[in-house]
């Protein structure tokens, strides 16, 4: 185990050791839906409350089922399971008490499984070798971080629709240019905390 504060984790995982903009995991969902601020910030609650239950499940079955049986090469099988499974039944939940965000988040919802920052957390977890309590706080910055991320995505290409942008720059370029600015403004946190 590393003795890192929890606090100083999760402050890292938001700022500089950003999943997206520093890793660039969850890139597909970050980029297509990041049109609206309301969607974005419900698909980042989402992708948050996954990443901090699933990191929490896969450290417990990691920790006390694959290492003590000497399963540790099996870890991507399992932890995509977890995930999968843990989806399906926030999906449930969502489409049981609400329909409105169940139909705003449309496809997106059931893309959390495949979003790869949830994976990556779970990974990060294992390979830095945080305590149970030290991937809690990762994962939770994990996924606020990239709600954060997101959610000023969001806002920037809604200033966009009405900004005098050349043509050819339109659309999937203006959204590539902002993003590498965005990763070049977060790297100026790495000089706070390091994990």
Known sequence: ????????IFMAAIFTNNMLLSNFLG?????????????SLNLGQAV?????????????IY????????????????????????VQLVEMFIFRYFKALY?????????????????????????R?????????????SGIGWTLAIVIMAGIRDKLKSAPIPENFRGASITFITAGIMALTFLGFSGLVRI
């Not at 948050?48 to 417990?60: G, L």
């Not at 099988?77 to 843990?86: E, G, L, N, T, Y």
């Open 1 to 8: 185990m590393v003795d890192i504060n929890p606090f100083a």
């Open 27 to 39: 890139m597909c969902s970050f980029i297509v839906v990041s049109k609206d601020i309301k969607t």
């Open 48 to 60: 948050t409350f996954v990443m901090v239950c699933t990191t929490s499940i896969n450290y417990i």
């Open 63 to 86: 920790y006390q089922i694959l290492v003590p049986l000497e399963l540790e090469y099996i870890k991507f099988i399992i932890f995509i399971i977890v995930i999968a499974s843990f």
């Open 103 to 127: 139909y705003a988040l449309g496809i997106f919802l059931p893309l959390i499984t495949v979003n790869c920052a949830i994976l990556g957390a779970s990974l990060f977890m294992v390979i």
């Open 129 to 141: 070798e945080y305590s149970l309590l030290q991937s809690v706080f990762f994962g939770l910055g």
